[in-house]
């Protein structure tokens, strides 16, 4: 079965001819920053090649966590911990939001002292994030036979649901006057001036004064078309559900070989957060040395694999007009197989640390592709060298839950308004200012 199942959203019937902000990508971060705009009374539009959630907003885990984060993001999860609990009465819709804390496992004396030392950087934000062991371990995480010697539990984090969230967020963006078009690629942006005037939509051009790119895996062959170099590649995890599973733990949990969280249904989101694969790509060559870092970083969680990803990519034009086809038509949704090997070691590794996991029935599962940037920390910037373009892309997997968030602060650089956090760990000028760019594990 293709994708999860998420909540449709129509299409607006009519394009407008004219509007102050065109925002190009359906997902929670294109939704939220739409949801702003419109919130502020500016004229919004947006363009969805294909349907509102239909790649990693919907393909992702479900966390709302500022635990573990890199620090740069610390203070914008913060400001998002705060818009959650009320997106339901927001958008008059389920989000599914619940905060029911997540758990950090840790295996060793050295995993203890480094989660102690990330909690220090939560201090400042009033969060409690604190590491728990003996039986306050066991407390928040009954049924666990893993054998740790305890874990990092941050009772200010919780869950949603990614099949909800966007189509939610969207439908409150269009309550609010913004025209939602899905199906409806755009193709170009327009210039006057050298600034942004305008874009190209496969349905017919849209007037504007700015655009915000939120294209997620798609920003950097977009960006490319324009002229505008973004570091980003794209790593593929597994991801399954299972049928309703009574005397779970409440709370969301990672370890090693595995993650879980529970869902509305009473089943649970279960994934590998240490199996991540990268597929080999002419963007592997061109992006080597500004990714070398966070290769170095991360390698023991990466598995590279040379397939046909690397001839998709090599044959899928980097170039084309107003008047061409273009790629985000020809492929509406990315649709990657999830891995069974991923699956079937995921499970057994939660059923040998959670035994009430062996009783679980796998009801799907799906892949996503995860946008990545060589620190791993988003771009939310304008663009100095194209006045009137934006990006907020590059969340690394970390994009659902900080979501709103960064809707608000980019809908805010928009603005010309006071950010809700400092916008400088996320500018785009980072890859060319001499910057060293590199993840931050925060201890």
């Given at each position: 079965?293709?994708?999860?199942?998420?909540?449709?959203?129509?299409?607006?019937?009519?394009?407008?001819?004219?509007?102050?902000?065109?925002?190009?990508?359906?997902?929670?971060?294109?939704?939220?920053?739409?949801?702003?705009l419109a919130e502020a009374g500016l004229k919004v539009a947006l363009c969805e090649k294909?349907?509102?959630?239909?790649?990693?907003?919907?393909?992702?885990?479900?966390?709302?966590r500022i635990s573990r984060r890199d620090p740069r993001e610390i203070p914008l999860m913060?400001?998002?911990?705060?818009?959650?609990?009320?997106?339901?009465?927001?958008?008059?819709?389920?989000?599914?939001?619940?905060?029911?804390?997540?758990?950090?496992?840790?295996?060793?004396?050295?995993?203890?002292?480094?989660?102690?030392?990330?909690?220090?950087?939560?201090?400042?934000?009033?969060?409690?994030?604190?590491?728990?062991?003996?039986?306050?371990?066991?407390?928040?995480?009954?049924?666990?036979?893993?054998?740790?010697?305890?874990?990092?539990?941050?009772?200010?984090?919780?869950?949603?649901?990614?099949?909800?969230?966007?189509?939610?967020?969207?439908?409150?963006?269009?309550?609010?006057?913004?025209?939602?078009?899905?199906?409806?690629?755009?193709?170009?942006?327009?210039?006057?001036?050298?600034?942004?005037?305008?874009?190209?939509?496969?349905?017919?051009?849209?007037?504007?004064?700015?655009?915000?790119?939120?294209?997620?895996?798609?920003?950097?062959?977009?960006?490319?078309?324009?002229?505008?170099?973004?570091?980003?590649?794209?790593?593929?995890?597994?991801?399954?559900?299972?049928?309703?599973?009574?005397?779970?733990?409440?709370?969301?949990?990672?370890?090693?070989?595995?993650?879980?969280?529970?869902?509305?249904?009473?089943?649970?989101?279960?994934?590998?957060?240490?199996?991540?694969?990268?597929?080999?790509?002419?963007?592997?060559?061109?992006?080597?040395?500004?990714?070398?870092?966070?290769?170095?970083?991360?390698?023991?969680?990466?598995?590279?694999?040379?397939?046909?990803?690397?001839?998709?990519?090599?044959?899928?034009?980097?170039?084309?007009?107003?008047?061409?086809?273009?790629?985000?038509?020809?492929?509406?949704?990315?649709?990657?197989?999830?891995?069974?090997?991923?699956?079937?070691?995921?499970?057994?590794?939660?059923?040998?640390?959670?035994?009430?996991?062996?009783?679980?029935?796998?009801?799907?599962?799906?892949?996503?592709?995860?946008?990545?940037?060589?620190?791993?920390?988003?771009?939310?910037?304008?663009?100095?060298?194209?006045?009137?373009?934006?990006?907020?892309?590059?969340?690394?997997?970390?994009?659902?839950?900080?979501?709103?968030?960064?809707?608000?602060?980019?809908?805010?650089?928009?603005?010309?308004?006071?950010?809700?956090?400092?916008?400088?760990?996320?500018?785009?000028?980072?890859?060319?200012d001499g910057s060293q760019v590199a993840p931050d594990d925060g201890f």
């Amino acid at each position: 079965m293709p994708g999860p199942r998420v909540i449709p959203v129509h299409s607006d019937p009519d394009l407008p001819t004219r509007v102050d902000v065109v925002v190009i990508g359906g997902g929670i971060i294109g939704c939220s920053t739409a949801l702003e705009l419109a919130e502020a009374g500016l004229k919004v539009a947006l363009c969805e090649k294909g349907e509102i959630a239909h790649e990693q907003s919907s393909r992702n885990w479900g966390w709302v966590r500022i635990s573990r984060r890199d620090p740069r993001e610390i203070p914008l999860m913060a400001e998002a911990l705060r818009i959650w609990p009320d997106l339901n009465e927001r958008t008059g819709r389920e989000v599914g939001y619940r905060k029911a804390g997540i758990m950090f496992a840790c295996h060793s004396d050295k995993d203890l002292s480094n989660n102690e030392k990330w909690a220090e950087h939560a201090r400042p934000f009033q969060i409690e994030s604190k590491v728990l062991t003996g039986r306050a371990f066991a407390d928040v995480m009954p049924g666990c036979d893993e054998g740790v010697k305890g874990g990092l539990f941050t009772s200010a984090d919780g869950r949603a649901e990614p099949q909800w969230a966007a189509p939610a967020i969207a439908e409150a963006a269009r309550d609010r006057g913004a025209s939602i078009l899905t199906r409806c690629a755009v193709r170009t942006v327009e210039t006057s001036a050298g600034k942004v005037s305008g874009v190209v939509t496969e349905k017919g051009a849209i007037a504007c004064d700015a655009v915000v790119l939120a294209g997620g895996a798609w920003s950097r062959l977009f960006s490319g078309n324009a002229g505008i170099a973004l570091p980003q590649l794209k790593v593929l995890n597994t991801v399954m559900r299972t049928d309703p599973l009574d005397g779970g733990p409440e709370a969301a949990y990672w370890s090693d070989d595995f993650a879980f969280r529970k869902r509305a249904d009473g089943g649970y989101t279960v994934a590998n957060g240490s199996i991540n694969v990268v597929d080999i790509v002419p963007d592997s060559f061109r992006l080597a040395m500004a990714f070398l870092p966070a290769l170095m970083h991360d390698w023991r969680d990466l598995r590279f694999r040379l397939g046909g990803r690397f001839m998709t990519e090599a044959s899928t034009r980097r170039r084309w007009t107003g008047a061409d086809v273009t790629p985000f038509e020809e492929t509406r949704v990315l649709d990657p197989q999830p891995s069974e090997r991923v699956m079937k070691k995921t499970l057994a590794a939660a059923a040998k640390a959670f035994p009430i996991f062996a009783k679980a029935k796998i009801a799907q599962s799906w892949a996503g592709m995860i946008d990545v940037t060589p620190d791993a920390v988003p771009v939310i910037s304008a663009v100095d060298a194209l006045p009137g373009f934006h990006i907020a892309t590059g969340f690394s997997g970390h994009g659902f839950g900080i979501g709103p968030a960064a809707g608000r602060l980019m809908a805010q650089i928009v603005l010309g308004k006071t950010p809700c956090v400092d916008p400088h760990p996320y500018r785009f000028g980072r890859f060319t200012d001499g910057s060293q760019v590199a993840p931050d594990d925060g201890f």
